[in-house]
């Protein structure tokens, strides 16, 4: 071996080095978007993890600090004015009180590499750089259309014409008052002129209807099984909504959602078709969800949340609830639900409405509620203009010999839980709470 052949080799080493670097660091650039759309609830479990103390006996129920009290809120609702309460920490934040987190983030260009890195880079990895330049254009392309996107989006008033009699009239005095509150409470805390949610998150709720124009956000635990139907019949795609099956409207991938358009349909859909979404109580909706997804067998919702859930807050358990998730309490589901840290993620049959449909940047031309759920649809298919003889279904979707979930059945829940418990749950749906001017009756 000669000498020349010794002194080459540190130099070889380096630059292998030196090249899988410069390669790993703009695959790292490519990938952090990504992650970060794919993980966009991290931020707000860090924003969770502030405002409420890690799980333990001695920190956990301390009530949360600016919560309205329930005389304010009975005062502020007999007032029917536009007034809301906000708690202080939140007054003082500027920017935007209803997505406090994560900002947009772009790939940034980093210096241009020697001449020398160049041919060197180009033989280790040219395509590979091919690829990223390609994406970075492209995400900045996204975010540009975004950026144009005039928000909050303007509401569209119902056609007048379509209304057959008169006996509409009270419906429409009150969604005008619904609209007007959620409008003026986003004007004020909404901070919605920035979005922060990358939009095509933003619309992944929402189902689209093209002959009539509508779309609809869906919640579920709010009347969305039959809603769907509604949607399949208006499509074409059934003559009755009495005869599409649970498993036909959930996983027959019949309706189209408004993420699976590009950026142009998007667009063009939000500020021209028929914007509705339907509430409902916050706390009924989290005892539905609890009721339907862990007191009956379920292949999805037992292993994936009741494992977890016994797992972390039932002490002792047995063997059998462990291997299973069977059994979960009521109790042990809110905890969870609570629980900065929770052992697995959110589901959207107890996500937040305000995390589902975004209602202070897509500005809803009709806000249904649950507890007039029949009235309401009726009359917004009478507005939209949809064939006389179709009608909102007012069957249960499953478990139809079960008591509906109402004021009565909450309360049994609800006496397990201390008042600190029950306040807690008001302060994690505080949003949906003042938003769509519920009453927290239960605390």
């Known amino acids: ?23 790993g660091l703009l695959l790292f650039m490519y990938l952090q978007v990504w992650i970060e759309e794919q993980h966009s609830g991290r931020v707000e479990k860090k924003r969770e993890q502030k405002s409420m103390s890690a799980w333990g006996p001695a920190t956990y129920f301390q009530p949360a600090p600016g919560i309205m009290t329930t005389e304010n809120l009975h005062e502020h609702i007999a007032n029917q004015s536009p007034k809301f309460h906000v708690p202080e920490e939140l ?6 009180l209803l997505q406090p987190g994560r900002p947009m983030r772009l790939l940034t260009k980093t210096s241009s590499p020697s001449q020398g890195e160049k041919q060197a880079l180009s033989k280790v990895s040219g395509l590979l750089t091919n690829n990223l330049i390609e994406n970075h254009q492209g995400t900045k392309t996204v975010f540009k259309k975004y950026g144009e996107i005039n928000w909050p989006l303007d509401t569209r008033p119902l056609n007048d014409s379509l209304v057959r009699d008169n006996k509409w009239k009270k419906i429409e005095v009150t969604q005008a008052r619904r609209r007007s509150f959620l409008q003026e409470f986003c004007k004020k805390y909404g901070g919605a002129s920035h ?19 509508i779309l609809y956000c869906e919640v579920p635990k709010a009347g969305c099984s039959n809603w769907k139907r509604i949607l399949m019949v208006l499509n074409g795609l059934a003559s009755s909504a009495y005869n599409i099956s649970h498993d036909a409207v959930h996983y027959g991938k019949h309706l189209k959602k408004l993420d699976s358009f590009d950026l142009k349909g998007i667009s063009t859909r939000l500020n021209t078709y028929t914007k509705a979404v339907f509430v409902r109580n916050p706390m009924e909706r989290l005892v539905s969800a609890f009721r339907d997804k862990f007191e009956h067998p379920n292949s999805y919702y037992h292993p994936v949340f009741g494992k977890a859930i016994i797992k972390k807050y039932r002490p002792n358990a047995c063997d059998e609830s462990l291997n299973n998730g069977s059994g979960v309490k009521f109790k042990e589901f809110v ?50 203009g949809a064939p006389k003889e179709l009608k909102f279904p007012n069957f249960k979707d499953r478990h139809s010999s079960d008591e509906r979930t109402n004021a009565q059945v909450v309360r049994q829940y609800l006496k397990d839980l201390s008042r600190t418990e029950r306040q807690l749950i008001y302060d994690f749906y505080y949003l949906d709470y003042v938003m769509f001017n519920y009453t927290p009756s239960f605390l």
């Open 1 to 23: 071996m000669q000498l020349s052949d010794v002194d080459m080799n540190p130099k070889q080493v380096f630059l292998s080095v030196l090249l899988f670097g410069v390669a």
């Open 91 to 96: 007054k003082k934040k500027k920017d935007n």
């Open 195 to 213: 979005p922060q949610s990358h939009l095509f998150h933003m619309v992944s709720r929402i189902y689209v209807e093209d002959k009539h124009k």
């Open 335 to 384: 905890h969870y639900l609570l629980d900065a840290h929770r052992p697995i993620g959110m589901d959207i049959h107890w996500e937040k409405i305000s995390k589902l449909c975004y209602p202070c940047l897509i500005n809803y031309d009709f806000v249904g509620k649950f507890e007039t759920l029949e009235e309401d649809a009726n009359y917004f298919l009478q507005r939209i």
